[in-house]
């Protein structure tokens, strides 16, 4: 078995293992980084996995290029910071974009997927470390646009992303995945909504993600070393 697949089959095997919900739980792989070369995005799907994550239009961009009429089987997933000018490129064809982090890029998707009489499933991004370099929204600006984000009638508002602050303490961690579900548990309550999805855990700590309820994992380094 070559690297890629036997990581792929490793990953799986953790959701298995380290989650409360498997049968729930999907695999981004994410394939932002130069080394995923062509051969690389086609180990991926003979593994069965379709979903791909990218974190900037330019790249995702070069990928569509790379695969040719393949990229038609790929749900794309962007991940990162999309700038508002940007979403005019993506928005005909993207399956997610996990990364909403503000009430005018929110208003932006809204606007072209209405345009082209598509309805798309978001994420709402937040910034739970208080780190600057990590995007997402600021908690208290989330809770305030909440009314505002949920009017908007071409979003499918899933659920909720987050990143787990830099750091080695498995507890920090822990403790900011767990936040994100009570975040997501609250805003169902307060606000009657019916959020399903936690987008939680990358390669370095996505076994502790899963322990604490992510739906969705978003995977690189790993699947490629
Ligand atoms: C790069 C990236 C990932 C994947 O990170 P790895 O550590 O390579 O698994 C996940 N989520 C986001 C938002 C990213 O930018």
Redesign the pocket.
């Known amino acids: 078995m070559s690297t890629v697949t036997e990581n792929v089959q490793e990953v799986l095997a953790d959701i298995k293992k380290y989650s409360i919900y498997p049968e729930r739980v999907k695999l981004?792989a994410?394939t932002?980084?130069p080394i995923v070369t062509k051969d690389k995005l086609e180990e991926l799907m003979k593994n069965g996995i379709f979903t791909f994550?990218e974190?900037r239009v330019q790249v995702l961009e070069e990928k569509l290029e790379l695969l040719g009429e393949e990229k038609n089987k790929i749900k794309w997933n962007f991940?990162?910071n999309l700038q508002k000018n940007k979403v005019k490129y993506i928005i005909n064809f993207i399956d997610m974009i996990?990364?909403i982090n503000k009430l005018s890029l929110a208003q932006e998707i809204d606007k072209r997927a209405g345009k082209i009489g598509r309805k798309i499933d978001v994420l709402i991004?937040i910034n739970l470390s208080g780190e600057d370099s990590k995007?997402g929204y600021d908690l208290e600006e989330f809770y305030k646009d909440i009314p505002e984000l949920i009017k908007l009638e071409n979003l499918n508002i899933c659920g909720l992303?987050t990143?787990a602050p830099n750091t080695d303490d498995e507890n920090l961690i822990r403790g900011s995945f767990k936040k994100l579900r009570e975040i997501k548990e609250e805003v169902n309550n307060k606000f009657k909504n019916n959020l399903t999805e936690l987008?939680m855990g990358?390669?370095?700590d996505?076994k502790i993600a899963l322990e604490e309820g992510a739906t969705i994992i978003?995977?690189?380094?790993?699947?490629y070393e």
Do not use: P, T
């Open positions: 981004v994410v932002k980084y994550g974190n991940i990162g996990q990364s991004e995007e992303m990143m987008s990358m390669s370095g996505y978003r995977i690189g380094s790993k699947l």
